[in-house]
């Protein structure tokens, strides 16, 4: 049985809405601001739907460029909900940055050490010992035939030989610098090349073809991963003779940027999301705990759609929406601990394709700006923590169109291919605490 909804014109009263795909519970009595020129107040009221169906799913990102990036991850943990992660990083170098340096006889070498800078980006939990490795690429980085860039599933063969490594606890917070001591016959090999101008330091290709470049691999029991910046140096140090004798140093860094490229995995095993991959792309978040798991870097992203939208069509009272807000609530108790909420969020329109479209946008003075979510976190009770979203103008293009119920959106970190904050979003199952739209339309009176 169909009830008539209530109307209001400045305010909201509460509404009985009952049709086909959605249900108006209850509107609370609220103040609202939409300007002056959308409504005649004569013919028109303003009604409140809160309760359309948000479809909301975990489809599988299957890949993504990682080089130039210009972060190294490296390091590995284990989520219960998203499973083990993993991540290497490759490196290629070039000659030392100071192309005139000149070692005099008498030189003694001291050691050879990687220099890598903190970029303040960790996921995981740093209180465990966090180990990371270094390893000589066995094969020159180079792109294959109609290839432009390197991504998460690419990866490059090294050396079983470490050649170093540390471990350590690591507080990213405060820790600038890490160095590794490497290998002294490798030190001594470079050193007795640059004294002596030999043929593999002549020119950049030479160097590269005789040395290849670095993979940086984290420990096994490591449950962190750590970010780096690709300003990373390869420092030999030595001796100059004299009476007293003088340290020096010769630097190398990175070749070419876009040679530098990080190697994700996850591990899917045990988890809720253990079927998605390249067979089983989507999966509905009722068959994944109620839930829609958003880890864009370790393959999965949580879509939303709104696939009965144009049963806004069958009220006889509908004329148009005048404002739609998309609420996005993580599952309580998801983001304890180390699990942190990704601080910002864009949504990006997709289709059945589930390709990465246009970022939804608001209006900021004369121009359009891509929203990020206005994340608010309840401390208190933990049932208010949301990313909110003006949704208005995409539903208002979604509504009319033919194909729409075949269209979403991606919900994903800003700098996605970099951040590993994960978010399990929770879908109408999950109560109060569901994710929601509200829209509020133009009704005739």
């Known amino acids: 049985m169909k009830q008539r909804p209530r109307y209001f014109t400045i305010f909201l009263l509460p509404a009985c809405l009952l049709f086909t795909s959605f249900i108006i519970s209850s509107c609370e009595k609220q103040d609202i601001t939409f300007g002056s020129g959308f409504i005649d107040n004569t013919i028109t009221n303003l009604v409140l739907v809160d309760t359309v169906t948000v479809n909301v799913s975990t489809v599988y990102v299957d890949s993504f460029v990682t080089s130039g990036t210009h972060s190294i991850l490296a390091g590995k943990y284990k989520d219960e909900k998203f499973g083990t992660i993993a991540s290497q990083s490759f490196v290629q170098l070039g000659l030392p940055s100071n192309t005139t340096y000149d070692i005099p006889n008498g030189s003694v070498f001291d050691s050879l050490e990687v220099i890598l800078k903190l970029n303040k980006s960790f996921y995981g939990d740093t209180l465990v010992p966090y180990k990371l490795s270094v390893y000589q690429l066995s094969q020159q980085i180079a792109y294959s035939t ?188 998801s983001f304890l601990n180390y699990y942190r909420l990704p601080p910002t969020l864009r949504l990006s329109a997709t289709d059945q394709t589930n390709l990465l479209g246009t970022d939804l946008t608001t209006i900021a003075g004369s121009s359009a700006v891509v929203q990020y979510g206005n994340l608010y976190i309840d401390n208190l009770y933990g049932t208010s923590t949301a990313y909110t979203y003006d949704v208005t103008s995409y539903l208002q293009a979604l509504l009319p169109n033919t194909e729409g119920s075949k269209n979403g959106l991606l919900v994903l970190p800003p700098d996605a291919t970099v951040i590993f904050n994960r978010l399990l979003i929770a879908n109408a199952a999950n109560g109060a605490n569901k994710t929601q739209v509200k829209i509020y339309y133009a009704a005739v009176k």
């Open 146 to 333: 109609a290839q432009y860039s390197f991504f998460n599933n690419n990866s490059w063969p090294y050396s079983n030989t470490t050649l170093g490594s540390s471990e350590m606890i690591i507080n990213p917070s405060t820790r600038d610098t890490l160095a590794i001591k490497l290998s002294p016959a490798l030190g001594q090999e470079l050193f007795y090349k640059l004294q002596n101008k030999t043929i593999e330091v002549q020119t950049v290709d030479q160097f590269v073809n005789y040395f290849k470049g670095l993979a940086f691999v984290g420990g096994t029991n490591n449950n962190c991963i750590i970010g780096f910046k690709d300003s990373l140096t390869m420092r030999l140090h030595y001796q100059k003779p004299g009476v007293f004798s003088e340290s020096a140093i010769i630097d190398f860094g990175i070749n070419q940027i876009n040679y530098q490229f990080n190697n994700i995995t996850s591990d899917r095993s045990g988890t809720a999301i253990a079927a998605l991959g390249p067979s089983n792309k989507q999966l509905a978040a009722s068959a994944t705990g109620n839930a829609g798991y958003s880890q864009y870097i370790s393959g999965a992203v949580t879509r939303l759609s709104f696939p009965y939208l144009k049963d806004l069509y069958q009220l006889p009272d509908f004329l148009k929406i005048v404002k739609a807000e998309l609420e996005i609530k993580p599952v309580q108790n």
